[in-house]
T-cell receptor, first 116, second 115 residues
């Protein structure tokens, strides 16, 4: 069974540009969440999507957005990139939305974004 | 909002010894506490989790304990091996409103197991 797949794995962008990252959840999983990981701030929640609807959102500026498609695949977009957006962006998936028994959250390998 | 504190930030043990990592949380509504292991260049891998209706859970060499009254939970690794070397993260989630809720992570513990 394939895990959470994220593309691209590595990318370099210039300040002011925008970037789109893609995530394919584990087959059958309908909930997808995104996290940003940096050495200074650690792992921080960006947003969660379930059945194409944003269910929860972290404390990030509006430059960070996302969406989910009918096949549960998700994309996140960062516009007007800043140097501080350099980070590992992680996608996580689970069967459903909710912390009930059996609803384990699995992470992908992440997309490394460098902004120069 | 929820805040998760994790200690220690680094931990070095000899192979075969035990390792303990502790986390405290602030929101008494938190009900789900997973632990993740992250190796260099990889995403976090779930190693064990516990829910608020359980006080202890064990899986081979790994165990997690939860004290709801004190609002802290701990990861115990026994008979450590060099391949246990990694960064370990604790997390807490409230699952508000039926949502997965956001996982609030601790800052991580870099565990080094010396042969």
């Amino acid at each position: 069974k394939a895990g959470v797949t994220q593309t691209p794995r590595y990318l370099i962008k210039t300040r002011g540009q925008q970037v789109t990252l893609s995530c394919s959840p584990i087959s059958g999983h309908r909930s997808v969440s995104w996290y940003q990981q940096t050495p200074g701030q650690g792992l921080q929640f960006l947003f969660e999507y379930f059945s194409e609807t944003q269910r929860n959102k972290g404390n990030f500026p509006g430059r960070f957005s996302g969406r989910q498609f009918s096949n549960s695949r998700s994309e996140m977009n960062v516009s007007t990139l800043e140097l501080g957006d350099s980070a590992l962006y992680l996608c996580a998936s689970s069967l459903q939305s909710g912390t009930y028994s059996g609803n384990t959250i699995y992470f992908g390998e992440g997309s490394w974004l460098t902004v120069v | 909002g929820e805040n998760v504190e994790q200690h220690p930030s680094t931990l070095s043990v000899q192979e075969g010894d035990s390792a303990v990592i502790k986390c405290t949380y602030s929101d008494s509504a938190s009900n789900y506490f997973p632990w993740y292991k992250q190796e260099l260049g990889k995403g976090p891998q779930l190693i064990i989790d516990i829910r608020s209706n359980v006080g202890e859970k064990k899986d081979q060499r790994i165990a997690v304990t939860l004290n709801k009254t004190a609002k802290h939970f701990s990861l115990h690794i026994t008979e450590t091996q060099p391949e246990d070397s990694a960064v370990y993260f604790c997390a807490a989630s409230t699952g508000y409103g039926g949502s997965q809720g956001n996982l609030i992570f601790g800052k991580g513990t870099k565990l080094s197991v010396k042969p």
